[in-house]
DNA sequence: TCCATAAAACTAATGCCATTAGTATTATGG
DNA sequence: CCATAATACTAATGGCATTAGTTTTATGGA
């Protein structure tokens, strides 16, 4: 038997499908190749381990989080833009939850593929920015202070942490997401006052 | 041989031992078992499983956590309490590597040990924010926001996000905390407006 | 003082996983 | 129509946690 049909991109494919049936970042050779109705080894004729498979991955999933925060803002700017970035980046981690986490652990990949995924991810956030009159440096600073907010509120979410209580997480969010925007408002603000 | 003065605690103790040296959330029964001077099954003699020592650890990590809290914020009140909390927790994070992950991971834990060990982390952060004169839910709300801020800022470094930029992770850090402190005056302003 | 018991170590084995080595089969182009 | 390369296979390796069953030793009650 040879030939069944399978290309490194159908491994692929089916190896995204399971990370986003399961919601975990994580691939098992073993479940992989029975979904694809072939033998474990077998597998090896199309990716060289189980890592390069999560480079892949990875590198999928950066891409479909910065077009879904590239739809989010287009024809927006300013706050608006951002509100819009914030729920993106919600609706993403809730409807991609394994992509998601995949794109958190971004930094555990080789460090050769890693800069231009991270520098995807976090460029359209930079877009937004550097309209607010901040010098350069600064929009890296707000850049990371609102990744800071929007992920690992996102992802102490889904780890759990909120789940004991009865307050509301999706107001907690943009409670977040507002305090941002007003210490963002506030940063604007001393910095036109400096000028005087 | 037998009675090798090895106890259950003595076990423990080596496993925080060898995650604070590793930096790194996790532990093997084969080295454990190495390090101790004894072969790997004779650990289950004190442990039930890898899992058991992990809560244990986990246990451990948040005491600590709240004690460096507790410390930083011993004598103080307000704005001064929480740059004090956000100094303690980088610190803690920079110190304590591996600890520091396990308390990320908590919620990965089995559902019983997980809200005291969650309540224990959070509660010196709501003890300062109960003095800011806002309501209950307001306080979890803004406990929330804080803690966002904070630990994804540290696990973002950590993992290294950060690595590839000359921008300085530490001043991006006392941004967010910033912006924090005046998103959460702005919201204090809204609440006295309200009662006029 | 001695021995029964239980604690704590051991060896051997199981099962799950990723991965490698080596072999068989089949699609395809010359 | 057949040589070759691609792709699948089986078999084996090595690492891991864990379990089963056995041996050794510390200790307290007779």
């Known amino acids: ?14 190896a995204i499908e399971m990370i986003e049936r399961s919601g975990s970042p994580t691939i098992s ?3 992989l190749a029975e979904e694809l109705g072939i ?4 597998l090896y004729n199309h990716v060289k381990c189980v890592n390069e498979l999560l480079v892949e991955a990875s590198r999928y999933a950066a891409e479909e989080l910065r077009q879904a925060q590239l739809a989010a803002i287009d024809g927006k700017t300013g706050d608006e833009a951002l509100f819009g970035l914030a729920a993106a980046y919600r609706r993403f981690a809730q409807e991609h939850k394994g992509l998601y986490k995949l794109t958190l652990s971004l930094p555990t990949l080789p460090e050769a ?3 231009q995924l991270a520098a995807a991810i976090a460029e359209p956030i930079l877009f937004v920015l550097s309209r607010y009159g901040l010098d350069e440096e600064q929009v890296m600073h707000w850049q990371r202070v609102l990744r800071a907010i929007i992920h690992d509120f996102l992802s102490q979410e889904e780890a759990g942490f909120f ?3 009865p307050v509301s ?3 907690s969010y943009q409670v977040a997401v507002r305090c941002f925007v ?9 910095n036109s006052h400096a000028g005087e």
């Not at 038997?1 to 089916?14: E, F, H, N, P, Y």
């Open 39 to 42: 033998r474990t080894p077998s």
């Open 1 to 14: 038997m040879a030939q069944r049909g399978i290309t490194r991109d159908a491994v692929l494919a089916k």
């Open 182 to 190: 007003s210490g963002l408002h506030a940063e604007q603000e001393e």
């Open 163 to 165: 789940r004991h209580s």
């Open 169 to 171: 997480a999706e107001v």
């Open 113 to 115: 593929s890693q800069p």
């Open 29 to 31: 050779m073993r479940e």
